[in-house]
């Protein structure tokens, strides 16, 4: 029901900054609570950063605090994760997921990727020193 297409991935110097852009499409995104997870070689995918429905409460991993900012346009049905200040560990593929599960009525978004039930094919990030 949902199609999800990431963008914006790329080679970028260490401090530089980076804007990922994930398209839904199907069915409208405000329906889901998002996130993002990263995937390194040879790493388990590994949470990133989430964003409730509304775009009223969001949970960011703290390796990426200060420096990443996830938002969402429901009208474009696009969710946005901008990257600041980024490094060489920073490297991996960046997957766009849809929430099809909660764990509870008070969790806002999940950080958990088996609570997410939709995924984009993810968007290469590479930080050169």
């Known amino acids: 029901q949902v199609h999800l297409v990431e963008s914006g991935g790329g080679l970028v110097q260490a401090g530089g900054s980076l804007r990922l852009s994930c398209v839904a499409s199907g069915r409208t995104l405000s329906a889901y609570a998002m996130g993002w997870f990263r995937q390194a070689p040879g790493k388990e995918r590994e949470f990133v950063a989430a964003?409730?429905?509304?775009?009223?409460?969001?949970h960011v991993a703290e390796f990426a605090k200060g420096r990443f900012t996830i938002s969402r346009d429901n009208a474009e049905n696009t969710v946005y994760l901008q990257m600041n200040s980024l490094k060489p560990e920073d490297t991996a593929v960046y997957y766009c997921?849809?929430?099809?599960?909660?764990?509870?009525?008070?969790?806002?978004?999940?950080?958990?990727?088996?609570?997410?039930?939709?995924w984009g094919q993810g968007t290469q990030v590479t930080v050169s020193s």
């Open positions: 964003i409730s429905r509304s775009g009223t409460s969001t």
């Open positions: 997921g849809a929430q099809t599960f909660s764990p509870g009525y008070y969790i806002p978004a999940s950080t958990a990727s088996r609570d997410y039930g939709y």
